[in-house]
DNA sequence: CTGAAAGCGCTTACAG
DNA sequence: CTGAAAGCGCTTACAG
């Protein structure tokens, strides 16, 4: 910036000046400035920018999994509001694991990101506090944060659980599995309280074989499903816990030949679910909307706001398609 | 910093020492700036660190959409190997807006991102020039630069559509649809390429009917399908430019009863097209493998390689299940 | 083992 | 309309 303003023979303020579309320049001034930015192909430097503002405008955003096809479209609405605000995104994929999650949004930290939206891997937050105190914006969605207390969008998931499997008691059945995701995830807690609610409230037993929490690899959940579907009182319906379980669900049932025996209802609606057959009933969230809620409150507390930490639950929706709707098979 | 000196008693340099875990620096003495660091909660601020060191830890990437289920994994890919070599990525879609496309490349470039990838969606990246000569490493993916060289790695996209509808002519088929994405992406003509060699090769005329290019919004797809499957001589069997086409004319074939009925091969894998009726034949890249192989060049060029700009081209491959072995209904 | 000075490239606040 | 000085929070190069 010193050449340029050497350059065109101004001051280091006009150039700035310039650079930034400033008035109080003239039309001449300009034109100089101008052609010594191109002629010493000048690019301003946002480091010593952000260094004296203090605001970068970005926007951290720490999830799971990237290629996850429930969290990239969450990921992209998150980014298209930041755009709207003029922020880039910035995000991580924690795979999951705690200690690479904090990593993460340290790191993001430490690049000064205006604000950061976590869907969180572990279960302890408290490592954030020097940061939040910092006045670093803090919204989390999919999973609340343990330990501190902070902004949260959730969906609905153990209400819509229990809708999915009250779904299936009404068309017939009494025997309902349930493949879920690890246990120290939020989620998978929550639409197994859902299950229970719903078996519950039809007064149905439970069986501890017909519940399943762990890994979503498709070994497990194949096993898992299979052992379901055998032995002396086999299931009649599942209810897979995500979008992975799902797919290894539909997988095995019509590798057996049972996908119009089994009733299936997914958690987390899935490309082309219409178009298997039977089509796959789900209860769908809407990703898209997660993200665009959270990013909508993170920017309210950029812009300033200091109102108590806000919970939201967005709903969920059933969406029948077949599979969920058949009865079950004669004892 | 200069706040954790005062406190611990001791010189800046001292608290840059034990932030940086340099050696030089006593137990005692590192205690006490612990101490000060932790009393004050103190976050040590990047942007001034990139300022005096020049390099940012952090590449960005420009890609269309990423919500895409094609470009998810590619964008995780690259972090990933980001990840590896310390660096934090930034994405940004550009909706396949040249100009935005722009706008997100030069922002990166003022964050000072060390290297960039980028998926084009223009045609004329010639705005790039000052950015590479600044030093800033480029790599393109997918589709190639215009108007300047860089890295670039691709898919062999022609060859794959070319064994594609050579599958289809392998099974009988002489009239052949092929519906893709619009003319000024480089993949679209690419694809078509492949189409006209394989027709070309076969000795087969192609109608101008046959071949549609534009948006791969559902409502235009769905017309074009529906016109070459109707009129005096209608296709026997489709080729899909992309994932959005294919799943818009499984859809299509499938409401229409005639799934089973003409032939399919679709560019690009999708989810669960193993589990469709047919299931899908398709043309599959990689897209993990894209995005890591662009990483990598990429981390070549930022430790220091100076070698001339490179074109990494990776084959496609041929998954058949279905779709594309049926034979063409009779005449 | 430790620290004072200079500087990275901008912007802020002020003065002409 | 324009510019000189100070400073953002670090690191570099040097000296003790």
């Known amino acids: ?30 034109r100089r400035v101008r052609e010594a930015i191109a002629a010493l192909g000048f690019r301003r430097n946002d480091s010593a920018r952000v260094l004296r503002k203090g605001r970068t405008s970005s926007v951290g955003l720490v999830l799971e999994d990237l290629a996850d096809p429930f969290y990239a479209p969450l990921s992209r609405a998150v980014e298209e509001v930041a755009r709207h605000h003029g922020a880039l995104l910035i995000n991580g994929s924690s795979a999951e694991d705690p200690e690479r999650e904090r990593e993460l ?83 998978a807690t929550e639409r197994l309280r859902g ?34 579907l055998s032995g002396p009182s086999p299931v009649t319906a ?10 290894t669900a539909v997988r095995v049932l019509s590798e057996r030949g049972l996908s119009t025996a089994v009733a299936l209802v997914g958690f987390d609606d899935l490309e082309l679910a219409d178009l298997l057959s039977p089509a796959v009933t789900v209860i769908a969230q809407d990703p898209a909307r997660l993200g665009r809620t959270a990013a909508e409150l993170l920017f309210q507390r950029l812009d300033g706001s200091a109102a108590a930490p806000r ?11 077949g599979s969920g709707e058949l009865p079950p098979a004669s004892d």
């Open 1 to 30: 910036m010193k050449d340029v303003a050497t350059r065109a023979g101004v001051g280091l303020k006009t150039v700035s000046r310039v650079v930034n579309g400033e008035p109080g320049v003239t039309a001449e001034t300009e």
């Open 105 to 187: 949004a340290l790191a993001l930290c430490a690049r000064r990101v205006d604000g950061l939206v976590v869907i969180p891997a572990g279960a302890d937050h408290r490592y954030l506090e020097p940061e939040l105190a910092a006045g670093v914006a803090t919204v989390f969605v999919d999973r609340p944060p343990g330990l501190i207390s902070a902004d949260t969008v959730l969906s609905d998931h153990a209400g819509g659980a229990r809708e999915g499997v009250a779904h299936l008691i009404a068309h017939g059945h009494r025997r309902i599995g349930f493949v879920g995701d690890q246990p120290h995830i939020h989620t």
């Open 311 to 321: 919970r939201v639950e967005l709903p969920t929706r059933l969406i029948p398609r």
């Open 238 to 247: 599942l209810f897979a816990g995500n979008n992975r379980v799902t797919a």
């Open 195 to 228: 299950y229970r609610a719903a078996m519950d409230a039809a007064a149905l037993p439970v069986h501890d074989g017909w519940i399943s929490l762990g890994p979503t690899a498709p070994e497990r959940v194949r096993g898992e499903v299979r052992r379901m």
